[in-house]
């Protein structure tokens, strides 16, 4: 027999099981409706859930899938949802998870930490592969990797959060990744919004916002131990956005600054970048042997401030003063090269001060570039060289947009290859 819905069941009732004011009602009857009843009713010792009828109460709550039609479908989406083995490696944090034992587990999303802290720590240690994962919301909390949760290859995935606070990341860490995909970090005390100090291997920072709103902080500030990466990250900054960061890699990356906005940063490369300061240098001194490709700076004074170990090369970057000198160069010991660079000032265009002293072997080099002076200003103004300069600058296939003449011997230090004076040039519009 076919199971049957009420409305058949009871009609068939009705006519097996009359009032039986006549005995119209037989064992044959009788087991009609008896028979139907069991095939149509739950047995909870021989049927499955595919054999119960669904209707969602909430339609929304099983998106995308849509309503299931019967109890196994429903179950069927719930087992796909939660899954069968949480990772050991991977610990979630919400806004509204909880650090209490049995309330959080590590592996399990709908068991999220109410804390990076208690989800970096319920994580296995020093090469551990793990993820810590936000789920979205906003946080007021600092992320600290220090020696007692040291980790290895470990990934911070803070994608699409506000964090108000700040990452620290220790020595005895290595190979960390921080995805700050459509996120803003915003740190209001004068220490770094983020500070990586890793040991060895590849550190990396993705995208997002971070912000320091101290006047005495730093966006970012890391050591000399480990290479560290940073890829389409925008940085704004009250004081500095990058302070100490050394052997750091900065990829198509913004850099906005009230102050200076990149100071001792050593053996560091730029590629893309646009570094900005509102009122003071783009590129102040003690920037040491840093290689910038395809970047725009620009100061709000002078677009390079470079009285101390100015050493560097420089590709195809628009370098600009807005209110004072396109570059000061100071003590540069070792090679200062440009190559193919539109160099601006409002003022003079390159200033050398007098504390300039390089090895005999050492020149400054600018190469293909235009170069533009404001009005009343020079080309290069030069002062007096120290005794101890015994380098020189060479000037190679450059145009001025006004004349100019080196210091005359035996003070010269500029020497000119195919130089071009265009009086009146207009400067680059960037």
Known sequence: MAQETRAQLYTKILANLPDNTTEQITPATDRAVEDAEVESCFNLLDDDATKVNYSPTTSADWSPEGDPSEVGEGLDILAARTGKNPSDNIAYVSTTGSDVSGLSEVGNPLKPFATFAAALNALPNTSSNCIVKALGGDYTQDIVLNSGTAKSKCALVLEGV??????????????????????????????????????????????????????????????????????????????????????????????????????????????????????????????????????????????????????????????????????????????LFFKDCDLIGSSDCIEYSNNVSRLATTNHIFQNCKMYAGAGGDIFNEGNYASTDLGNTQVINCVYNKAFSPTTAPLQKIFEYNKVEIAGLQEPLK
């Not at 970048?273 to 040491?288: D, L, P, V, Y």
């Not at 002078?302 to 009285?307: A, F, L, S």
């Open 162 to 335: 506000t964090i108000t606070g700040r990452i620290s990341i220790s020595s005895g860490n290595s190979d960390i990744s921080i995805f700050l995909n459509g996120s803003t970090i915003t740190n209001s005390v004068t220490t770094s919004t983020i500070s990586i100090s890793c040991g060895s291997g590849n550190n990396f920072i993705y995208g997002g916002t971070v912000i320091n709103n101290n006047a005495g902080g730093k966006c970012l500030e890391g050591s000399n131990a480990g290479v560290k990466n940073v890829i389409g990250t925008k940085f704004e900054a009250q004081l500095n956005c990058l302070v100490n960061c050394e052997t750091f890699n900065f990829v198509k990356c913004d850099f906005n600054s009230q102050s200076i906005c990149i100071s001792r940063t050593n053996n560091s490369e730029f590629y893309g970048c646009n570094i900005i300061s509102a009122t003071n240098n783009g590129f102040r001194s003690e920037n040491t042997s840093c290689k910038l490709y395809n970047c725009f700076i620009q100061g709000g004074t002078n677009g390079i401030q470079g009285e101390n170990s100015l050493v560097g090369y420089f590709n195809n970057c628009f370098i600009q003063g807005l209110n004072g000198l396109c570059m000061r160069i100071g003590n540069s010991p070792n090679e």
